[in-house]
Each structure stands twice: as structure tokens, then as C-alpha cells.
């Protein structure tokens, strides 16, 4: 099977998955791939490709290995779903059935896309009635998606084996759909390596020429004094000892499919650092490393030059003792993929040498499950000034997302450093926690419930676009004075200066935005804070920010240096990076800075709320009371077990009607038609709170509508966590609950 992870090799050498090759292996005996391989081959790559994503141990993360081993074996062999059931249970046989039903959507595809007469080009009812339905059902247990998009990969990497024409349609296909959905369900490193493998397919040349373009910016300069093995090892594999004759045939030859789908890196190479570095070292002893095709060796390079950064700042860190001791810290790393470099090339119209996060470290800081978020959070701050000493921070380039997350409630450090050989590249710093939550994908959380690590809350917030698309940081220096220019006196901010988090709220903002007087607690750490924004304890601690405010305003201090044993006033400047930094008396930067808390609009109020009680003497208890209910309904409270499941079911179903839209327009319909259709078919589907069923209603059914429909008529009714009228309009993705009392 190959070199794998000590929790693969436990998932794949279970007893039930050995039981499962052998029937697989029977079903398909006689079956060729066009690879020329044994069918069975590609039912285990898949389930290899999905125990890397799901958890190592429970029965759910075992089912979908196995249903990932019997995908195919109802559709292309004479076994049937009763015999299925029969030997490996009703979840199995669900699951194969499911992953089956899915071929409705390509069968979809292609037929509208044969069809090209305008007329024509809509969605008939029974046809939106069985997407609707199959996406439903994908709602209700997402392993099927986990299953056929491992399904869908291991098909891109063999497609070498399929005609060109065939091919270039399959992968757009897969770019423009599988892709996107791998995107909204947040499994980006296996959205990466799709991504790739089309890109490959579709535009060769481009492709090639940006492998070469990077392996450039990468490959280590003879005259460095610091070249490790792996600097080493990629300097003389992309210098081979050839003939400059021989050199040539092979680089400007024609260079296969194969090739070039050899060039793109695995995702599971990504995940897996030992794995990674076994598998360049396994390229690098290879005899025929100097005849592989460049474009593969320059995949080399790009790998390799991960593990040089990994070591420099491991080196780094070893000697440095200005960073949290007792803390575990763990490396990784990930490479952006070409087609996303190309589109965001493309987007923001610069060079490749400008996309700095065309490679990236992730800096993981442990924190015991969650048990020590002050700590890793404080960690993770002091990991950011280290970072900055070993490579020069690139202007503009740096985002915190741990003070103010996105709003998906991604958390992380980004910053955008001049790394060795003064390459860019992005490095990123969060929590193990926080990595968790990035890492495991819509679809993955929901397997992870068996371990009880729930951490969506999406009830009421407003689910975008942006909480599933790329993170790439916009371009801001536009709108930066506008954005501090607004805040208002006593707005919160935290100050930041190595590994200590400190309150602060602002006393002045001068000449638009440029300068900021700001008052800061030195006895009034902010690290459980920052690092548990979503906390419902969270509006307690707006209270320590209120009263610093009122001191200030009592004491009127009102210039730097103003304060007292524990408060001063200090003076920050918004400079190139985009950040408020201190400064000495002959202006030069110190590493102290002001990262100003975004608040929204529940917050807003909130914090506000509690100011004015603060500086009117009154008691907060009614306060948090009356603004508890507008916070709720923004997400920001702590659930149930079994509610948090609702609220992926919610997020789920969300991400799964957005889909929907970008498969009807990708089967080619008219907007006008479609929309005309729409209203033909009638439908939406919501979800009743707390029993997380969905439900499906007639397009312009009503809050009243709802009611009935679950035997409580004439009960007042919550749409996304506020009360609303009756004859309030639904619409796709609501959450409904029906007040009894």
C-alpha cells in the first residue's frame, strides 16, 4: 500500500476494511481501469484517500472507509444493495447508495450541456426535484460527499489514461464543481491538489511554466552558507549532471499528461510532515532523478523548500528563550495551488513573485485541548515577534484574526515575511484549537461529533460566500483611514508587546486616523480573552474595559505619559504595514503595537450598553440580561452537545443550496428562465429548531406557514433567532422555531 500514517495504516489494517477488499476485490474481479490496473486498486486508493480525512477511531470514520472501498460495486457489478446490507450493515449500504445517487449530478451536467438550444436550456421539474432531494440527503450525512469527491481524485490523477478530449471535459467539470463544493465544505488542502491536477490538464503549458517559475524563486543560491541537506539534495537534482543537449530534450520535449500530474503535490504530503520529507528523500536517492521530466523535479524543489523553512525557524526557536516555556509547538506547512496563484495573479494583476502566500508555515501552538487558551494564545504572539527577528516582515502583509475572526470563525496570526534566500512566503500561528476548527472542513466536523469536539454556532449569523472562498487579503490601504478615522473614544483595543496581551481602549484618534491616544491596563491581561472571542463570558469581561475607560475620563488624562502605577497613556502611529506601532523618541518603530478589536454588531451594542452603565453607576446584571438575547441570536453563545449539531446541519444545508444555484448555472440555464423556473417548482427548505429536521415548504410560505405545518398554529414564531411577524416571508436555509410559550 505504500508508506502511510501511523492513524491510516490503523483505519485501513481494521478487520471490517480487510473484509471489505475481499468482497470489493470479488465484485470487480475481471475489471480493468483504462490505466490497465485492476478495478480494485482504485476502490482502496480511495479509502486511503479518506482515511486521511476523517478521524483515526469511531465507527462513523470506519463506515466511510468502507463504503470508500464499495462505492462502485452496486453500479458496475452484478452485487446488490441487499447484499451490502447483509454483510456490512444498513449505515454501509446508505452510504454506497448515496455515493450512487450522486451520479445524477454528472449525468446533469453533460446532458444540458449537449443540449445547447436556448429553449431548452431549463430545469424541468422532476429533474429539480431529485437534485433537490439528493442534496438534502447530502445534508443529512456528508460522508457521502467525503466519499465521492475521494472518489473524484484518485479519478483525476489516473486521467492520464482517458483521451484528451475527454479529459480537458472531465476536469472542467471537476474545477468548476467538485471543487467548488470541496471549497465551501472547508477541505482545502484536497480542493488544492484538485485544483492542480485540472489546471494540469487544462492549461499544460501555463501550468509547467509556473512550477518553473517557482522552483526559481526557491532553489537555494551555491554561494549560501547555511545549505542543509535538503538545499542540497534540490540543488543538484534541478542541475543535473546531463549534456546541455540532453538537457534540452528532456525540458523542451513534449512532456505527457503523466507527467505533469506527477508534478502535482499529493495533499496528504501536505498533511504529513514525516511523510513529506520520506518522499523527497525517496525522489532524491532515486537513479533516475536526472531523467524525470523537470517540471517534476521542480515539484521537488517547491517541497523541499518547505522543509528549509521548517528547519530555519526550528533552529530558530530552539535557541530562542523568549517564547512561552513549557508550550508545545509543532511545524507544517502547505503550498498554495497553482490555480489559485494563477487566479489570484489574474485577480489583482502582479507577478508570481508577488503572491506571498504562494507557500506557507503553519506555526500550531498545543494547548491541551483548549484547557490553556491564555497561555497558547500569549504563545502564539510571542511566536509572531520570533518570527519577525529571523525574516523581515513584508509591509501591508500581516492580519489578526485571533482579536477579530472571521466570519466563519477562522483564527489565526497571518503574516507575510522575506524568507530564505528572500523569497516571500506567509507564515501562519494559531492554537491547536484554533487549527482544528480550520482544518476539519464542514463535512469532518460532523464525523467528529462522535469524540464530542463541536464548534460550529451558526444560528442567526449570516453564513457568505466569504466563509467558504479563498482568504486572500484584499487590498486595504485605501480604506484604512476611513476605517480608524470612525472609531469612537473608549473603543476597545489590545496592545501587544512580545508574549503580553494587554486591555486597552482608545482616548484619542488624531489627524484621521494617523495617530491614536490609547490608554493602556498593565494589570489587566487580555489572553482569555483574545483567545475565546465567542465565549458568553465574553460580555463580562467588556465590563474591565468600561471601567479603564471611565478611570480615564474621571482622572482626565488626556495626553501620553498621563496614568498611574498601572495605567498609561501611549502614543501609536498607523504606518506601512498597516499596523499602530509605539514609538521611540527619534521616531523609529518599536515592537510594541495596537491591534484595534473589531466588534459586531451585537457586540456593538453590548459593549456600549455596558460602558454607559459603567459611567452611570448602574448595575450590569440587567444589562447583560436585556443584551442576552440579541447576542444569542448572533452565534456567539455556548450550545448543547445536540444543539451544536443542529447548528452544523444549519451551516450544512446553507453551504448545500448554495451549491445547488452554482450547479444549475453550471448546467448552462438562463438566469431569467431559471428564475421563472424557480417559482414553477415552488420549494424552499428550512430547519426547525431544536430537532434539526428539515422541512420543505412552498416558495412564499410564512412564519404562520411554519407553524402549521409543525401542528402548532397560531404560535409566535423565531426565523434565525428573532421573533417575527406572521406573515413574514421564508426562505432557503432559515432556521424556524415555534414558541410553545
Known sequence: M???SPDTLYLMTQRQVHKAIGFARNAHRGQLR????????????TAKILAVLVPSTGKKAIDTVISGILHDVVDDTCESLHTIETEFGEDIAKLVAGVSRLSYINQLLRRHRRINVKDQATLGYEEANNLRVMLLGMVDDPRVVLIKLADRLHNMRTIYALPSAKAKAVAQETLVVWCSLASRLGLWALKAELEDLCFAVL???IFRQMRSDLASMWTPSSSSSRVGNHRRLYAKSSEPNLTPEREASIDDGVVSIKDLLQAVVPFDLLLDRR??????QDLGSCTE???KP???RDAGIALASLVVCEEELERELFISTSYVPGMEVTLSSRLKSLYSIYSKMNRKDVSIDKVYDARALRVIVGDKSGTLHGQAVRCCYSLLNIIHRLWTPIDGEFDDYIVNPKPSGYQSLHTAVHGPENSPMEVQIRTQSMHEYAEHGVAAHWLYKEAGNN?????????TSSSYLSNDMEDKSSHIFQKYSSLKVGHPVLRVEGSHLLAAVIVRVDEDGRHMLVASSFVLSASEAVADRRSSSQRKRWEAYARLYKKVSDEWWCEPGHGDWCTCLEKYTLCRDGIYHKQDQFQRLL???IQVIDLSEAEEIEYWNVVSAVSEGKQLDSVLKSSSSSSSSSGWTNFTPMEAGINNKVLLLRTMLQWEEQLRSEAGFQQSKFANNVNQFGEIAVVCWPDGEIVRLRSGSTAADAATRVGLEGKLVSVNGQIVLPNTQLKDGDVIQVRVR
Open 455 to 463: 464548534k460550529s454556532s451558526v444560528i442567526g449569523s449570516e453564513i
Open 203 to 205: 492549461q499544460p503549458q
Open 294 to 296: 523537470k517540471v517534476v
Open 34 to 45: 483504462k490505466t490497465g490496473d485492476p478495478y480494485i486498486t482504485h476502490c482502496i486508493n
Open 289 to 291: 532523478v536526472q531523467t
Open 275 to 280: 511523510k513529506r520529507i520520506q518522499y523527497i
Open 2 to 4: 505504500g508508506w502511510m
Open 591 to 593: 515592537p510594541t503595537f
